[in-house]
């Protein structure tokens, strides 16, 4: 099973992965929400995420120093193969088509997708100096 995150794990876990190691009251002052969230709040997620295995704490005293304990590129991977098999069908040309049939790419992306195909083609082709 992949690591889901949204709404307001994502947002603390993007403040752990930024900050590496942050209390309950500098995670909340960092989250970038729609809407704040109690200190409480931000506590109780959090020890939640802990008991999923997200996050890990430490004591310092009596505070809990909070930190990511999967890594960003992990969730990232997890949550868009996911969303590629439930979405697309296990299709990676349909999520690209996807993507740039919807939203508008400018040249200078544009630009940057091709490079980062070429970039993939070369590795495959020549994995050793990949």
Not at 4 to 30: C, F, H, N, P
Request: proline share 2%.
């Amino acid at each position: 099973m992949g690591n889901r995150l949204y709404g307001r794990q994502l947002a603390i876990m993007r403040v752990l992965w930024k900050q590496g190691d942050a209390t309950v009251a500098e995670v909340q002052s960092e989250l970038e929400v729609e809407r704040p969230l109690a200190y409480s709040t931000v506590a109780t997620v959090l020890a939640r995420m802990e008991r999923k295995g997200l996050v890990a704490h430490r004591a310092e005293g009596r505070t809990f120093v909070y930190r990511a304990a999967v890594s960003e590129d992990g969730v990232g991977s997890s949550m868009l193969g996911e969303l590629i098999e439930t979405v697309f069908g296990g299709s990676s040309t349909q999520l690209v088509s996807h993507l740039l049939e919807s939203r508008e790419v400018d040249s200078r992306e544009l630009g940057e997708i091709k490079k980062l195909v070429e970039q993939h083609e070369k590795k495959r082709h020549n994995p050793r100096k990949g």
